[in-house]
């Protein structure tokens, strides 16, 4: 359904996006994960027709997006870092007037109302949008991408912004998307990619770090365990202590408030320290105050699924700025 071959940006000397390549199949929905500044919108812009690459093809649905770009970009909804939404419309006034500047054809009042209630905003459909909450906006903002019922839908951190709810309903909205459309979405939290999406491109500095199934992502993940420990007790001692724990590979203090000091332990794979560290931490007096398993950051992620076991070595140094 999309195809992106050796895609290029550059601005003079530094590169935007530098040769990614990769493709999505139909009715899939694909992560592409990065953090800040690592080329995930310039990609973007590129794929929806919105800027052009300096080298490197894309084709959408079989249209190439420079030689057939009207045919590619009526293939395409997209929702751009910031939603393209008019604050002094109203919703329905809003939906109408992309609906005419798509030159839509399909039915007009049941296709906008199909839209309206599968991104549910029919409660706020008369309303200005700019008195909108910015998770109503939102998902103002994906209801304009859906008219036209393009095949490929595209949005750029979709949940960037959003309070928790908002996030869980917009994720919602969009694996219900996934049934009947291609998602690209980008995003640089982990957990985003891991509850909606089938695929996951990580992205670096304007590369194509790994490019994997969910469910392989979730191996890697599974590496190594981090906890977050608050205890009550003498730091070194503490420390010392939970550093000859069997499996323990890491323990730092992180912070002290009172007589609690939070602590990070990790350790190695598969191994589930917390009974051990529980029997440890009462045997010694030491009251554990709190516990937190934590999940991998994105680098430790990057790290993971970018080692080579043939070499053992990671590509830590790629990524650290
Ligand atoms: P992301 O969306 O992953 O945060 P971007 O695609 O916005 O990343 O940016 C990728 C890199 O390209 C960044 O280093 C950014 O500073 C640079 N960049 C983006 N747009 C421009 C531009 N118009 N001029 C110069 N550099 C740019
Ligand atoms: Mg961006």
Known sequence: MIKVENLVKHYGDKYAVNNISFTVGEKQIVGLLGPNGAGKSTTMNILTGFLSASSGKVEIDGHDILDDTMAAKRSIGY????????????????????????????????????????????????????????????????????????KVIILDEPTIGLDPK????????????????????????????????????????????????????????????????????????????IRTLNGVTRCDSLKTDGDTTTYIIESEAGLDIRKPLFNLLSSRGWPLVGLNTMGMSLEDIFIALTVDPTKGKSAKAKFVK
Do not use: W
């Not at 309303?127 to 859906?146: E, P, T």
């Open 79 to 150: 929702l751009p870092e910031i939603p393209p939404v008019y604050p002094d419309m109203t919703v329905k006034e809003y939906l109408n007037f992309v609906y005419e500047l798509k030159g839509c054809t399909l039915n007009r009042r049941k296709h906008i109302e199909e839209i309206v209630n599968v991104t549910k905003i029919a409660d706020v459909y008369n309303r200005v949008i700019g008195n909108l909450s910015r998770g109503y906006k939102q998902r103002v903002g994906i209801a304009q991408a859906l008219i036209g019922n393009p």
């Open 166 to 241: 908002q996030i869980v309903e917009v994720r919602n909205l969009i694996r219900t998307l996934g049934h009947n459309h291609t998602v690209i979405l980008s995003t640089h939290i982990l957990s985003e990619v891991q509850a909606v999406c089938d695929r996951v491109v990580i992205i670096n500095k304007g590369r194509i770090m790994a490019d994997k199934p969910i469910d392989e992502i979730s191996d890697a993940v599974v590496t190594r365990c981090r906890l977050e420990a608050a205890i009550c007790g003498p730091v070194k001692e503490v420390l010392y202590a």
